[in-house]
T-cell receptor, first 115, second 114 residues
Framework: AQSVAQPEDQVNVAEGNPLTVKCTYS??????LFWYVQYPNRGLQFLLKYITGDNLVKGSYGFEAEFNKSQTSFHLKKPSALVSDSALYFC?????????????FGQGTTLQVKP | DAGVIQSPRHEVTEMGQEVTLRCKPI?????LFWYRQTMMRGLELLIYFNNNVPIDDSGMPEDRFSAKMPNASFSTLKIQPSEPRDSAVYFCASSLAGGGYGYTFGSGTRLTVV
């Protein structure tokens, strides 16, 4: 069965510094990978996805993620964090072989950006 | 499009009562998902439908939970009887052609069972 792990419950970073939110996955075949963000009392908003092609995927709000098949990772990154980036971030995966419909989420990582 | 619409936004009910949560997916989307979010268990997939047919209900916690999708524009999640441990935020999401095109989430229903 596919699974997603986000090893950090919380990531703290100063405004203007680069940020990384980690995600590893376990899926046989070729997964589709996603990042979502959740602001307080809101639903989940799509940030970016990897299906195939370039390992570096660019998404909304200046975020990007790097797919690494050998390390089964899909870490979320941003070169310069903003206070407004503070939110709960979820990594998610479908699979195996992508388009099965079922999206499984990691446990979430709280990003706290301090001014 | 107005996105995925869930109602009600908040529901407070007494233990033992029946609760019905509603969802209207994005028009044209052929997959619909129900998730539950709690602090302890995070986001759990309860059930999902493809073309109005339930595909996987292995995440439904017990027989007190049931979900229906009578047509392409409406789905319900029912809890009968409700218990305090059912208190959570319930999200509905829809997508086109499964995972590859992304999922759009509703704003959720915050359920409190007292």
């Amino acid at each position: 069965a596919q699974s997603v792990a986000q090893p950090e419950d919380q990531v703290n970073v100063a405004e203007g510094n680069p940020l990384t939110v980690k995600c590893t996955y376990s899926v046989s075949g070729n997964p589709y990978l996603f990042w979502y963000v959740q602001y307080p009392n809101r639903g989940l908003q799509f940030l970016l996805k990897y299906i195939t092609g370039d390992n570096l995927v660019k998404g909304s709000y200046g975020f990007e993620a790097e797919f690494n098949k050998s390390q089964t990772s899909f870490h979320l990154k941003k070169p310069s964090a903003l206070v407004s980036d503070s939110a709960l971030y979820f990594c998610a995966v479908t699979g195996p072989s992508g388009n099965t419909g079922k999206l499984i989420f990691g446990q979430g990582t709280t990003l706290q950006v301090k001014p | 499009d107005a996105g995925v619409i869930q109602s009600p936004r908040h529901e407070v009910t007494e233990m033992g009562q029946e609760v019905t949560l509603r969802c209207k997916p994005i028009s044209g989307h052929d997959y619909l998902f129900w998730y539950r979010q709690t602090m302890m268990r995070g986001l759990e997939l309860l059930i999902y439908f493809n073309n109005n047919v339930p595909i996987d209900d292995s995440g439904m916690p017990e027989d007190r939970f049931s979900a229906k999708m009578p047509n392409a524009s409406f789905s319900t999640l029912k809890i009968q009887p409700s218990e305090p441990r059912d208190s959570a935020v319930y999200f509905c999401a829809s997508s086109l052609a499964g995972g590859g095109y992304g999922y759009t989430f509703g704003s959720g229903t915050r359920l409190t069972v007292v």
